[in-house]
């Protein structure tokens, strides 16, 4: 069972970028997909990303261009930079992880991010 913590939510002005971490517990298993979602207040969960060990990864429409995902596989963590950040960013975001797409299994606590005007 793969643990997942997410750092690194704070408010920050539009345009502004963040990194967000998601430290795994462990090794994961070469067909172990990792991803994130967002929740905004009154809205539900959306996905953000996901990536694949073999590197491939995806964006919903939204983020594309402007977020991007990657794993440092020395430190156990995955990524999303984000920038260009936008006042519809505002979400708690969530690390997930599972063996399908979108991952959906595992998920961490949350941390939240603000974009403010």
């Known amino acids: 069972q793969v643990q997942l913590v997410e750092s690194g939510g704070k408010s920050v002005q539009t345009g502004g970028s963040l990194r967000l971490s998601c430290t795994t517990s462990?090794?994961?298993?070469?067909?172990?997909?990792i991803g994130w979602y967002r929740q905004a207040p009154g809205k539900e969960r959306e996905f953000v990303a996901s990536?694949?060990?073999?590197?491939?990864?995806y964006y919903v429409d939204s983020v594309k261009g402007r977020f991007t995902i990657s794993f440092a596989s020395a430190a156990n963590t995955v990524y999303l930079q984000m920038d260009s950040l936008k006042p519809e960013d505002t979400a708690v975001y969530y690390c997930?992880?599972?063996?399908?797409?979108?991952?959906?299994?595992?998920w961490g606590q949350g941390t939240q991010v603000t974009v403010s005007s």
């Open positions: 997930t992880g599972g063996s399908t797409w979108p991952p959906q299994r595992d």
């Open positions: 990536i694949r060990r073999s590197g491939s990864k």
């Open positions: 462990g090794r994961t298993y070469s067909s172990y997909i």
